[in-house]
């Protein structure tokens, strides 16, 4: 199937802004519920990298029908290292390892976005702990395959900016006038505050 689209490493090369939490989230979600399907199916990527790992994207028609299908979704690419699950491999990484790598490069895109760093810290940091969780025997640390996305979704909820509560001016707290310009500005906001 021909796939229209950029890979994760192509677009961490030419476009890092264009990696944000969001995408980081939808990423990763998609990724381990592939990892899992080939699992439960028997068999295992062998060589997960950003390079297999592509954005596809939405086709148009579709998404002008249904508005939920315009985002990206990721698909994974190069099949020719897949084999059984159970087939030894001279490899030192498995697919949940190579995983791991995948969503530390991206950790690390965002990271190196101070802007991006600075907006989301909680993010970035549930983010961390999930990949080192997952860089270690993921059996242990999610002993249900439902952990993997519910661990994503949390972290997906950190996302959202919490807009700051708007501090309403009290007369009294201005020390002088020179603070409003002028007593008259300062004579008004008493009779209108009283």
């Given at each position: ?152 979704e949390q972290a997906e909820q950190l996302i959202t900016i919490e807009p700051r ?30």
């Amino acid at each position: 199937e021909w796939l229209d689209g950029i890979t994760l490493r192509d677009l961490i090369n030419q476009s890092p802004d264009e990696i944000t939490p969001a995408l980081v989230a939808l990423v990763a979600r998609d990724l381990l519920t592939a990892i899992l399907v080939m699992e439960a199916m028997g068999y295992k990527h062998d060589d997960m990298n950003l390079g297999n790992l592509m954005l596809e994207q939405p086709n148009a028609r579709l998404a002008a029908i249904n508005p939920a299908k315009a985002v990206r979704r990721l698909r994974i690419i190069d099949l020719g290292s897949m084999k059984p699950f159970d087939k030894a491999t001279a490899k030192p990484d498995d697919d949940w390892s190579l995983s791991a790598k995948c969503l530390a490069e991206l950790h690390n895109t965002l990271h190196a976005n101070r802007s991006l760093a600075s907006q989301y810290p909680q993010f970035l940091k549930s983010l961390r702990d999930f990949i080192c969780d997952l860089a270690d025997d993921p059996s242990r640390k999610f002993p249900d395959q439902g952990d993997y996305i519910r661990r994503i979704e949390q972290a997906e909820q950190l996302i959202t900016i919490e807009p700051r509560p708007e501090a309403a001016f009290h007369p009294l707290e201005a020390i002088s006038a020179e603070h409003l310009a002028d007593d008259a500005i300062l004579l008004e906001l008493f009779v209108k505050h009283l």
